[in-house]
């Protein structure tokens, strides 16, 4: 088993940033793909970004191209998500996610086996 934790959530102004972190501890060797999904009242768990295990190949959604960044901290088992220019429509609950399987869809929710509680991010305007 693998557990996620998330932090960084928090209260921002338009324009502002934040940066999250998904602490996993466990089995982490069983992980491969890790990824960011955000899910706001009211409408489906969307995807944010990921880090394909094979190669590292980094991807967002076009809705955070250019203002958020993906990392991760293999030493530290730790993945980040820097969030800038920040917008009101960015507020949702991100989540952490990781799978056991390299070959599934980053972008797809359903092909990851473990998820984070969650952190509220919230963007005023």
């Known amino acids: 088993q693998v557990q996620l934790v998330e932090s960084g959530g928090g209260l921002v102004q338009a324009g502002d940033s934040l940066r999250l972190s998904c602490a996993a501890s466990?089995?982490?060797?069983?992980?491969?793909?890790m990824g960011w999904f955000r899910q706001a009242p009211g409408k489906e768990r969307e995807f944010v970004a990921a880090?394909?295990?094979?190669?590292?190949?980094?991807m967002y959604a076009d809705s955070v191209k250019g203002r958020f960044t993906i990392s991760r901290d293999s030493a530290r088992n730790t993945l980040y998500l820097q969030m800038d220019s920040l917008k009101p429509e960015d507020t949702a609950v991100y989540y952490c996610?990781?799978?056991?399987?390299?070959?599934?869809?980053?972008?797809?929710?359903?092909?990851?086996?473990?998820w984070g509680q969650g952190t509220q991010v919230t963007v005023s305007s």
């Open positions: 466990g089995r982490t060797s069983s992980t491969t793909n």
């Open positions: 880090i394909r295990w094979m190669g590292s190949r980094l």
């Open positions: 996610a990781a799978d056991r399987s390299p070959y599934g869809s980053v972008s797809r929710a359903s092909d990851y086996d473990y």
